[in-house]
């Protein structure tokens, strides 16, 4: 039994763990939206969002607390491994001008993250209906357009695909038209 035991395994070792944990984080602060796995969204989720209330902690200590700002700055670097991010977090360097991804948190208590579910488990081809029109979901990562075609696990396994990404500020998701397969009774 694993009675108080948190978090997920994901057939992972715990240093690989944490590396994934890491890495889709930095993925999201750096693009806004990312697309993963449902598991791995859950398992990073608490995560960043810890990352950026320490980031909010460390923000309203800037002007008084010297100190205090620099602990916390350390803090989430050593949580991200990435200093380009961290710097994106707080708003120094390039982003000093336009503020940091923390500075529109500031007057929210939680919830800086959602995860939008792609698809179902049957979106697609149906037993005993035609082939209608397979929804696609388009999206911009890197300056690129790029499309996903929602099929459900009996065409292509991306049934367990979401949307990570940060609420506030984040450019809305596109819903993708739901398409209806005719049933025709024989």
Known sequence: MRHRMRGRHLSRTAAHRKALRQNIANSLFTYGRIITTLEKAKET??????V????KK?????SIDRPGYVHCYRQVLTSLGNADVVKKLFG??????TGGLVQRYMNRNGGYTRIL???????????GSSVGKIPEFEYTMEGRNRKLRLLGRRLNDNA??????LVEGALEAQPAEEVKPEVTSV
């Open 45 to 50: 989720k608490s995560f960043a969002e810890k």
């Open 52 to 55: 950026i209330t320490t980031a």
């Open 58 to 62: 460390g923000l309203s200590k800037k």
């Open 92 to 97: 120094e360097g390039v982003w000093r001008e």
């Open 117 to 127: 579910k792609l698809s179902g488990t049957r979106l697609g081809v149906l037993s």
């Open 160 to 165: 367990s695909r979401v949307i990570f990404e």
